[in-house]
């Protein structure tokens, strides 16, 4: 039992000295995993456009870079909310143990 309500005292002095956070910080993160997809699939789509005009073949470098480029922006967003999640379970999980 004092086991337990230490820990929520813990929790509750954290949150007071962490405060809660604000809606700017969600969609401050909204917005980085947005540019995480966007920047790799804009790159990739002028790679593609520059091949096109210098080494110009039977297919698309534009389309098969875009794809490649959202592809791993993609995967890039999915790691880094992966992580996040993470950290936020295991800051989560300390104060209960």
Request: net charge positive.
């Amino acid at each position: 039992m004092a086991h337990q309500v230490g820990a929520k005292a813990q929790r509750k002095l954290k949150a007071r000295r962490d405060g809660t956070p604000g809606v700017w910080l969600g969609l401050g993160m909204m917005g980085l995993v947005g540019w995480s997809v966007a920047v790799p699939t804009l790159l990739g789509a002028a790679l593609g456009l520059w091949l096109d005009r210098h080494y110009a073949g039977q297919h698309s470098w534009t389309l098969a870079l875009l794809v490649a480029g959202l592809v791993l922006g993609c995967v890039n967003a999915w790691r880094w909310v992966a992580n996040e999640d993470r950290a936020m379970h295991e800051e989560g999980g300390a104060g209960d143990a």
